[in-house]
Protein backbone atom coordinates (compact mmCIF):
# COMPACT_ATOMS: atom_id res chain seq x y z
CA UNK A 1 0.00 0.00 0.00
CA UNK A 2 1.12 3.43 -1.13
CA UNK A 3 1.40 5.71 1.68
CA UNK A 4 2.62 9.16 2.75
CA UNK A 5 2.21 10.17 6.51
CA UNK A 6 2.93 13.96 7.57
CA UNK A 7 3.73 15.39 10.44
CA UNK A 8 5.04 18.61 11.54
CA UNK A 9 2.29 20.82 11.96
CA UNK A 10 0.80 22.56 15.24
CA UNK A 11 0.13 26.33 16.51
CA UNK A 12 2.98 29.06 15.56
CA UNK A 13 2.45 32.50 16.34
CA UNK A 14 2.83 34.93 13.11
CA UNK A 15 6.38 35.60 11.66
CA UNK A 16 7.00 31.74 13.38
CA UNK A 17 8.46 28.65 11.60
CA UNK A 18 7.52 24.89 11.48
CA UNK A 19 9.29 22.52 9.72
CA UNK A 20 6.54 19.73 8.20
CA UNK A 21 7.88 15.69 7.51
CA UNK A 22 6.18 13.61 5.56
CA UNK A 23 7.54 10.10 5.36
CA UNK A 24 6.52 7.50 2.27
CA UNK A 25 5.99 3.82 3.14
CA UNK A 26 5.01 0.93 0.51
CA UNK A 27 7.07 2.71 -2.04
CA UNK A 28 10.74 4.89 -2.95
CA UNK A 29 10.25 8.88 -3.63
CA UNK A 30 13.24 8.53 -6.14
CA UNK A 31 11.01 8.30 -9.62
CA UNK A 32 7.94 10.58 -8.11
CA UNK A 33 8.04 14.39 -8.18
CA UNK A 34 6.62 15.29 -4.47
CA UNK A 35 4.85 18.09 -3.34
CA UNK A 36 3.19 20.16 -0.87
CA UNK A 37 -0.39 21.47 -1.01
CA UNK A 38 -2.23 23.75 1.06
CA UNK A 39 -6.33 24.04 1.90
CA UNK A 40 -7.19 26.74 3.78
CA UNK A 41 -11.03 26.76 5.58
CA UNK A 42 -13.61 27.33 2.27
CA UNK A 43 -10.87 27.27 -0.38
CA UNK A 44 -9.66 25.24 -2.78
CA UNK A 45 -6.38 23.05 -2.45
CA UNK A 46 -3.54 25.12 -3.28
CA UNK A 47 -0.17 24.07 -4.91
CA UNK A 48 2.86 25.31 -2.50
CA UNK A 49 6.07 23.85 -4.04
CA UNK A 50 7.35 21.15 -5.62
CA UNK A 51 10.55 18.83 -6.50
CA UNK A 52 10.14 17.82 -9.78
CA UNK A 53 11.36 14.87 -11.51
CA UNK A 54 13.68 13.88 -12.92
CA UNK A 55 15.95 16.60 -12.73
CA UNK A 56 14.60 17.79 -9.19
CA UNK A 57 14.45 21.39 -9.51
CA UNK A 58 12.05 23.16 -7.31
CA UNK A 59 9.29 25.09 -7.48
CA UNK A 60 7.01 27.77 -5.51
CA UNK A 61 4.11 29.47 -5.28
CA UNK A 62 4.18 33.33 -5.03
CA UNK A 63 2.44 33.17 -1.75
CA UNK A 64 5.05 31.39 -0.37
CA UNK A 65 8.52 31.97 -2.75
CA UNK A 66 11.15 33.11 -0.44
CA UNK A 67 9.77 32.06 2.90
CA UNK A 68 9.18 28.15 2.27
CA UNK A 69 11.77 25.84 1.10
CA UNK A 70 11.02 21.81 0.02
CA UNK A 71 13.74 19.38 -0.22
CA UNK A 72 14.10 15.54 0.15
CA UNK A 73 16.03 12.58 1.94
CA UNK A 74 16.59 10.08 -0.25
CA UNK A 75 17.81 7.72 2.06
CA UNK A 76 15.22 8.06 4.42
CA UNK A 77 12.52 8.52 1.72
CA UNK A 78 11.29 11.50 3.27
CA UNK A 79 10.31 14.75 1.93
CA UNK A 80 10.54 18.23 4.36
CA UNK A 81 9.00 21.52 4.11
CA UNK A 82 10.55 24.58 5.90
CA UNK A 83 8.45 27.16 6.23
CA UNK A 84 9.63 30.22 8.06
CA UNK A 85 8.05 34.02 8.29
CA UNK A 86 4.93 32.23 8.91
CA UNK A 87 1.53 34.82 8.29
CA UNK A 88 -2.34 34.03 9.13
CA UNK A 89 -3.39 33.20 5.84
CA UNK A 90 -0.77 30.38 6.35
CA UNK A 91 -3.61 28.62 8.50
CA UNK A 92 -4.51 25.19 6.61
CA UNK A 93 -4.51 21.70 6.61
CA UNK A 94 -0.80 21.02 4.29
CA UNK A 95 -0.40 17.82 2.34
CA UNK A 96 2.25 16.19 0.43
CA UNK A 97 1.97 14.46 -2.41
CA UNK A 98 3.99 12.56 -5.25
CA UNK A 99 3.06 12.07 -8.67
CA UNK A 100 4.96 9.08 -10.73
CA UNK A 101 7.69 10.43 -13.09
CA UNK A 102 5.90 13.89 -12.82
CA UNK A 103 7.63 16.81 -14.81
CA UNK A 104 5.79 18.51 -12.36
CA UNK A 105 2.50 18.44 -9.38
CA UNK A 106 -0.36 18.92 -11.08
CA UNK A 107 -3.32 18.46 -8.32
CA UNK A 108 -4.90 16.65 -11.39
CA UNK A 109 -2.01 13.71 -11.60
CA UNK A 110 -1.33 13.61 -8.03
CA UNK A 111 -0.91 9.93 -7.81
CA UNK A 112 -0.50 9.11 -3.60
CA UNK A 113 -1.92 12.34 -1.37
CA UNK A 114 -0.86 12.14 2.33
CA UNK A 115 -3.46 12.50 5.18
CA UNK A 116 -2.65 15.96 5.63
CA UNK A 117 -1.16 17.94 8.58
CA UNK A 118 -3.01 21.05 10.60
CA UNK A 119 -1.05 24.20 10.80
CA UNK A 120 -2.86 27.33 12.45
CA UNK A 121 -0.84 30.52 12.24
CA UNK A 122 -2.42 33.05 15.63
CA UNK A 123 -1.28 34.66 18.01
Known amino acids: QLQLVESGGGLVEPGGSLKLSCAAS????????IGWFRQAPGKGREEISC????????KYADSVEGRFTISRDNAKNTVYQQMDSLMAEGTAIYFC????????????????WGQGTQVTVSS
Open 97 to 112: SAVWRGLACVRASIDV
Open 26 to 33: GFTLDNYA
Open 51 to 58: INYPDRTT
